[in-house]
């Protein structure tokens, strides 16, 4: 039977194979690279310097790293394209092929071969996800040493989680219209939907904790302006906000208006300073909540997607008697 799923299903399985092997050699090679790179790749990586006219004003090399760095946001729909390659066909192909009237016969239950298959193809994603996500933070480690929703979406429980959870999404969606595009245009919307909700769903697993922005960071004036960094690297950074005196929540846009004009009215005032009635907040969690939150993220979304599978299995037998 596992040979038979093998034939039906090696495209895909060595596409994923193939796109697992190659973005994690060149994670690992741009990982390397950063961690051989000399001081122009520090002093461009520093917060204060994080543009691309640093990187390219130094030499050719700094240019092809802002250029990896670049790629951090679209990889976020990484487990998007996994799962289409995965979950979008499985079923649905054999429907309009009319295939699954054979393969059903082959001495095996239909709920056998179903399973069968989403084992290997599960099996396969849970592979190439997890060696991706090891790539990563590899790679992420060499340039920012300090946790952050960017390193979240990329650790090593949430992305197999989150691609195994669009896997069956995508399967759930493609079997239920009949149409495989239907599952790939879900799973990249769902997925999205997960890059937007994670900074709210770090807030209801846990409360992070709060502290003023001067106390949470260092700041360091040069020639130049002046540089941050987190007191404590290991926290898990989630954000800032500005208030007022009374407490009240301003809104992000008018906070960073208010503080531009301050500085500007003031050349000599200290660049990090704030004016008179603005507060600005800082959002983290203590490092030892990570692995926490990672369990709890990668939890939901394997709960979620069992239910998928379930449902995907309800179809079948509600379809094909």
């Given at each position: 039977?596992?040979w038979?799923?093998?034939?039906?299903?090696?495209?895909?399985?060595?596409?994923?194979l193939?796109m697992?092997?190659?973005?994690s050699t060149?994670?690992?090679?741009a990982?390397?690279?950063?961690r051989?790179?000399?001081p122009?790749?520090a002093?461009?990586?520093?917060?204060?310097?994080?543009s691309?006219?640093?990187f390219?004003?130094?030499?050719g090399?700094?240019?092809?790293?802002?250029?990896?760095l670049?790629l951090?946001?679209?990889m976020v729909?990484?487990p998007a394209?996994?799962a289409?390659?995965?979950g979008?066909?499985?079923v649905?192909?054999?429907?309009?092929?009319?295939r699954?009237?054979?393969?059903w016969?082959?001495?095996?239950?239909?709920?056998?071969?179903f399973?069968?298959?989403?084992a290997?193809?599960?099996?396969?994603?849970?592979?190439?996800?997890?060696t991706?996500?090891?790539?990563?933070?590899?790679?992420?480690?060499?340039y920012?040493?300090h946790?952050?929703?960017?390193?979240?979406?990329?650790?090593?429980?949430?992305?197999?989680?989150?691609?195994?959870?669009?896997?069956?999404l995508?399967?759930?969606?493609s079997?239920a219209m009949?149409?495989?595009?239907i599952?790939?245009?879900t799973?990249?919307?769902?997925?999205?939907?997960?890059?937007?909700?994670?900074p709210?769903?770090?807030?209801?697993?846990?409360?992070?904790?709060?502290m003023?922005?001067?106390?949470y960071?260092?700041?360091?004036?040069?020639?130049?302006g002046?540089?941050?960094?987190p007191?404590?690297?290991?926290?898990?950074?989630?954000?800032t906000?500005f208030?007022?005196?009374?407490?009240?929540r301003?809104?992000?846009?008018?906070?960073?208006?208010l503080?531009?004009?301050?500085?500007?009215?003031?050349p000599?005032?200290?660049?990090?300073?704030l004016?008179?009635?603005?507060?600005?907040?800082?959002?983290y969690?203590?490092?030892d909540?990570y692995?926490?939150?990672?369990?709890?993220?990668?939890?939901?979304?394997?709960?979620?997607g069992?239910?998928?599978?379930?449902?995907?299995?309800?179809?079948?037998?509600?379809?094909?008697?």
């Amino acid at each position: 039977m596992f040979w038979l799923v093998w034939r039906r299903n090696r495209v895909a399985l060595l596409s994923l194979l193939i796109m697992g092997g190659l973005l994690s050699t060149v994670l690992l090679g741009a990982g390397l690279a950063f961690r051989a790179a000399g001081p122009e790749l520090a002093r461009c990586l520093d917060e204060l310097h994080m543009s691309s006219s640093c990187f390219y004003e130094q030499d050719g090399l700094l240019s092809v790293f802002w250029a990896a760095l670049s790629l951090d946001r679209p990889m976020v729909l990484l487990p998007a394209v996994l799962a289409m390659t995965a979950g979008a066909p499985l079923v649905v192909r054999e429907f309009h092929r009319g295939r699954h009237q054979f393969l059903w016969t082959q001495e095996r239950t239909r709920e056998q071969w179903f399973a069968g298959t989403v084992a290997v193809m599960f099996g396969a994603v849970l592979l190439v996800s997890l060696t991706i996500a090891a790539s990563m933070t590899f790679w992420k480690a060499q340039y920012s040493p300090h946790a952050d929703i960017g390193a979240f979406h990329h650790g090593m429980l949430v992305l197999p989680a989150r691609t195994l959870f669009l896997t069956a999404l995508c399967l759930l969606v493609s079997t239920a219209m009949r149409r495989r595009v239907i599952g790939v245009v879900t799973s990249l919307v769902a997925a999205w939907g997960l890059v937007l909700a994670t900074p709210f769903a770090l807030t209801v697993y846990t409360a992070p904790e709060t502290m003023p922005s001067a106390e949470y960071f260092e700041y360091e004036g040069d020639s130049d302006g002046y540089s941050v960094t987190p007191v404590d690297p290991s926290a898990f950074y989630l954000g800032t906000r500005f208030e007022d005196d009374a407490g009240h929540r301003i809104p992000d846009q008018h906070g960073y208006q208010l503080t531009w004009e301050h500085r500007n009215a003031d050349p000599d005032a200290e660049p990090w300073s704030l004016p008179d009635g603005l507060h600005e907040f800082v959002s983290y969690h203590p490092a030892d909540r990570y692995w926490l939150l990672q369990s709890i993220e990668a939890g939901v979304l394997l709960v979620l997607g069992t239910f998928c599978v379930g449902g995907t299995v309800w179809l079948l037998r509600r379809r094909t008697g």
